[in-house]
């Protein structure tokens, strides 16, 4: 059974930073790609970004770019998802998500889903 646990979310003001966490357990990641996604109240779920798991490429959304820094630790099965400079519309539920193969910006193709952690950044 995969598993994926988001934590880290909180609330924190404008300009500041914050660093999610995700969690996967129940297989191998070996060759999975790991992606956040964001949906704000009343508004699509939309990706943030991705890295595959085996080659350390990275694909950012233009919102987060120069902001936001994907990382992971093969050892702990863990992706981690560090905000800086946030802003106010960075509010939402962050949900990590895996799928086999590369990175994509849509979230049909991903195969498992945490259950989201709440990020509010207030002005």
């Known amino acids: 059974q995969v598993q994926l646990v988001e934590s880290g979310g909180g609330l924190v003001q404008a300009g500041g930073s914050l660093r999610l966490s995700c969690g996967a357990s129940?297989?191998?990641?070996?060759?999975?790609?790991m992606a956040w996604f964001r949906q704000a109240a009343g508004k699509e779920r939309e990706f943030v970004g991705g890295v595959a798991w085996t080659q350390s490429r990275t694909h950012y959304a233009d919102s987060v770019k120069g902001r936001f820094t994907i990382s992971r630790d093969n050892a702990k099965n863990t992706v981690f998802l560090q905000m800086n400079s946030l802003k106010p519309e960075a509010t939402a539920v962050y949900y990590c998500?895996?799928?086999?193969?590369?990175?994509?910006?849509?979230?049909?193709?991903?195969?498992?889903w945490g259950q989201g952690t709440q990020v509010t950044v207030s002005s």
């Open positions: 129940g297989r191998s990641f070996s060759s999975y790609t």
């Open positions: 998500a895996v799928r086999i193969g590369d990175v994509k910006v849509t979230r049909e193709g991903y195969d498992y």
